[in-house]
T-cell receptor, first 110, second 113 residues
Framework: GQQVMQIPQYQHVQEGEDFTTYCNSSTTLSNIQWYKQRPGGHPVFLIQLVKSGEVKKQKRLTFQFGEAKKNSSLHITATQTTDVGTYFC??????????FGKGTLLTVNP | DTAVSQTPKYLVTQMGNDKSIKCEQN?????MYWYKQDSKKFLKIMFSYNNKELIINETVPNRFSPKSPDKAHLNLHINSLELGDSAVYFC????????????FGPGTRLTVT
């Protein structure tokens, strides 16, 4: 079945440093979504990437979808304490199912 | 105002009991989901309903039975609870079963003792 690997599992940064999390799928995806879950909260949708090679930006967040539509990354520039949380990628294949990566827990030291 | 709501928020029960978790969405979405998030934060889909019809049924013990009385509601009933069922259960909904963002409920933290 479809597998989505995400690294790193944990990342601790000083405020102001950059952060990147990477996602790799075992199969070609129709789209990839990114979610953020604050501690004690629920996953909240950030963005969806559909096209091969797509790059989208949301303020300090940059999302990329690989040319082969099997990998993706989320980069945060100049992290802030409000960025703390677990970032999940979720890949959708040919069926209806969204397969989540195991997430990257980001902690930020002020 | 709440888009996806779940009750209860916390559930503490003993092994062997039967319990239900309820979910409602007021977004007018056609598709609803149940996810299980374990202690390591791994989010795994359990079930999905599209317009009251089951479309995803992952490898989940038969003790778990979803029910969708209408497209705005998706409930989860669990029989003979086991220690390993302890987790946070999230309900979610999306416009339909195609590639649309999912809106998650606040979660139900189930603790089985």
């Amino acid at each position: 079945g479809q597998q989505v690997m995400q690294i790193p599992q944990y990342q601790h940064v000083q405020e102001g440093e950059d952060f990147t999390t990477y996602c790799n799928s075992s199969t070609t995806l129709s789209n990839i979504q990114w979610y953020k879950q604050r501690p004690g909260g629920h996953p909240v949708f950030l963005i969806q990437l559909v096209k091969s090679g797509e790059v989208k930006k949301q303020k300090r967040l940059t999302f990329q979808f690989g040319e082969a539509k099997k990998n993706s990354s989320l980069h945060i520039t100049a992290t802030q304490t409000t960025d703390v949380g677990t970032y999940f990628c979720a890949g959708q294949g040919s069926n209806y199912k969204l397969t989540f990566g195991k997430g990257t827990l980001l902690t930020v030291n002020p | 105002d709440t888009a996806v709501s779940q009750t209860p928020k916390y559930l503490v029960t003993q092994m062997g009991n039967d319990k239900s978790i309820k979910c409602e969405q007021n977004l007018g979405h056609d598709t609803m989901y149940w996810y299980k998030q374990d202690s390591k934060k791994f989010l795994k889909i359990m079930f999905s309903y599209n317009n009251k019809e089951l479309i995803i049924n992952e490898t989940v013990p038969n003790r778990f039975s979803p029910k969708s009385p209408d497209k705005a509601h998706l409930n989860l009933h669990i029989n003979s609870l086991e220690l390993g069922d302890s987790a946070v259960y999230f309900c979610a909904s999306s416009l339909d079963s195609n590639d649309y963002e999912q809106y998650f409920g606040p979660g139900t933290r189930l603790t089985v003792t």
